[in-house]
Nanobody
Framework: QVQLVESGGGLVQAGGSLRLSCAAS????????MGWFRQSPGKEREFVAA????????YYADSVKGRFTISRDNAKITAYLQMNSLKPEDTAVYYC????????????????????WGQGTQVTVSS
């Protein structure tokens, strides 16, 4: 049974930093991408970043490029999202997800392209 468990959310002031973790288990992810999404009340789930498990290549939404960094630790089967220079508009529930990905193909940025999801972790940025 595949499980994705997020941690690391919390309350931070604007300009601060947080690091989210996503611990994965239940299958091998070598042909998968790990993605981070976020959702705030009344809005659709929004793509944030993705990483290829096999080669570590990354892809970011324009809104977070230069501020957020996605990474993974293959030995721990854990993905991370380092968030710096946080803004109030980054406030949301953050979800990690895993979906099949062929290196070199179009990056999966739609929620429907991901098969497995974590439960989410709240990130609140105060102004």
């Amino acid at each position: 049974q595949v499980q994705l468990v997020e941690s690391g959310g919390g309350l931070v002031q604007a300009g601060g930093s947080l690091r989210l973790s996503c611990a994965a288990s239940g299958r091998t992810f070598s042909s998968y991408a790990m993605g981070w999404f976020r959702q705030s009340p009344g809005k659709e789930r929004e793509f944030v970043a993705a990483i290829s498990w096999s080669i570590g290549s990354t892809y970011y939404a324009d809104s977070v490029k230069g501020r957020f960094t996605i990474s993974r630790d293959n030995a721990k089967i854990t993905a991370y999202l380092q968030m710096n220079s946080l803004k109030p508009e980054d406030t949301a529930v953050y979800y990690c997800a895993a979906g099949w990905y062929a290196v070199g193909s179009r990056w999966p940025i739609r929620p429907s392209e991901y098969n497995y999801w974590g439960q989410g972790t709240q990130v609140t940025v105060s102004s």
